[in-house]
């Protein structure tokens, strides 16, 4: 997944000026992960010189200020003008993660993953640390970092997170195996589908499980049951599940759904505006 080259809109859409204005609104007004989640967004629809005008304007003031720092970094590398000027952003949120007691280690280190960083040398190293080491929260977004740098193993160690007693891990876990896109390890794809069962519907693990399990289509015999979940989810559920949600539900939807999440968005509010914003931008760029 790369923010830069996500989408390919319809020219002419009006859902989609309707969901990009959702989005400039929340760069404007949100703060936290909702304004990054909005800035990442304009970023796949193309928006990236709105955001590198509002993200640059903020360094000064926040380069200091552990998370906030990441999403700042995170976003301008994923809009950045060159390569060069990527590789700028991309070595500080690696210099962060480099630094033992830096308490933003984690949040660096699912930005490098997003950004689909191939570490290398030092820090591929202290990946390796960290998914061998004793904190199994930590684990998956290491073992996340080691797929992409190649290591063959990394994507089972992922579905053996999904049997963790930690729903940290479980989250992680699934959720890292959805960026990545499982699609050709059946056992994978199955252990996946038995976590999404077992998960329960009330653990905070449970819109990241299922909805992996439902964007992967881990098993053709419950998406129905699954797809039926997650949308009670985009019901009742917290904000932050309420994003989530948007982004595998969205692969079951066509473009006859897109006025029924127009009609959401309206009133909708924080992570889930967003969310629904991306779920409309996604469905524009369907073929």
Do not use: P, T
């Given at each position: 997944m790369n923010f830069a080259s996500e989408l390919a809109l319809k020219p002419g859409d009006v859902h989609v000026q309707v969901a990009i204005e959702a989005l400039r609104q929340a760069l404007q007004t949100e703060q936290g992960s909702i304004r990054l989640h909005a800035a990442e967004k304009l970023?796949?629809?193309?928006?990236?010189?709105?955001?590198?005008?509002?993200?640059?304007r903020d360094l000064p003031g926040a380069e200091r200020t552990p998370i906030v720092r990441i999403g700042l970094w995170r976003a301008l590398a994923a809009a950045a003008r060159t390569p060069g000027e990527r590789e700028q952003y991309v070595e500080k949120i690696s210099a962060v993660f480099l630094g033992p007691e830096n308490p933003d280690r984690v949040h660096a280190l699912e930005s490098l993953c997003k950004l689909g960083v191939q570490a290398k040398g030092p820090l591929l190293e202290a990946i390796r640390q960290m998914a061998t080491g004793p904190s199994e929260d930590f684990a998956p977004f290491a073992w996340w970092a080691l797929h992409l740098a190649g290591d063959k193993s990394a994507r089972t160690h992922?579905?053996?997170a999904l049997q963790s007693t930690s729903w940290v891990a479980r989250l992680r876990g699934a959720y890292a195996l959805r960026w990545i896109g499982v699609t050709d390890d059946a056992a994978i794809l199955t252990a996946l589908a038995r976590a999404a069962d077992r998960e329960p519907a009330d653990s905070k693990a449970a819109p990241y499980v299922k909805g992996s399990a439902f964007?992967?289509?881990?098993?053709?015999?419950?998406?129905?049951?699954?797809?039926l979940e997650l949308e009670a989810v985009l019901d009742s559920g917290v904000d932050d599940a309420r994003y989530e949600v948007c982004h595998t539900l969205v692969r079951a939807m066509t473009s006859a759904d897109v006025d029924r999440l127009?009609?959401?968005?309206?009133?909708?509010?924080?992570?889930?505006?967003?969310?629904?914003?991306?779920?409309?931008?996604?469905?524009?760029?369907?073929p």
């Open positions: 970023i796949a629809a193309g928006q990236g010189e709105e955001v590198r005008g509002v993200f640059e992922l579905a053996a964007a992967l289509n881990a098993d053709s015999r419950r998406m129905l049951a699954w797809g127009q009609a959401r968005l309206e009133h909708a509010k924080g992570d889930e505006r967003v969310g629904l914003a991306w779920a409309i931008l996604a469905l524009s760029s369907k």
